[in-house]
Nanobody, 121 residues
């Protein structure tokens, strides 16, 4: 009912930048928080950044000052600008959104399929 499609991943050298995008589509009444998670090989998935519908933002300590999350509510899209990237940023990045599909429906979390980000040293 709700699809999240990520784009913008790829290979970048250390110190470089990438911008991820995630567009939500389908049966959407309201989107609360949207965010980005990442999972490196052999590690648990971790929250990278999150933004609420009112613009409140949260960042993991490891990315503060380097990554910026933003969203376009009219387009149901969330972005992650990643600057000054480090090899330890290498991971699969997943988009997440908390969505209501109707006024009376409960909020549910949806996930994208992930996009690979590789930072070479």
């Amino acid at each position: 009912q709700v699809q999240l499609v990520e784009s913008g991943g790829g290979l970048v050298q250390a110190g470089g930048s990438l911008r991820l995008s995630c567009a939500a589509s389908g049966r959407i009444f309201n989107i609360d928080a949207m965010g980005w998670y990442r999972q490196a090989p052999g590690k648990q998935r971790e929250l990278v950044a999150r933004i609420t519908s009112t613009g409140e933002m949260y960042y993991a300590d490891s990315v503060k000052g380097r990554f910026t999350i933003s969203r376009d509510n009219a387009k149901n899209t969330v972005y992650l600008q990643m600057n000054t990237q480090k090899p330890e940023d290498t991971a699969v990045y997943y988009c997440n959104a908390v969505v209501q599909i109707s006024r009376w429906a409960p909020r549910s979390a949806y996930w994208g399929s992930g996009t690979q980000v590789t930072v070479s040293s």
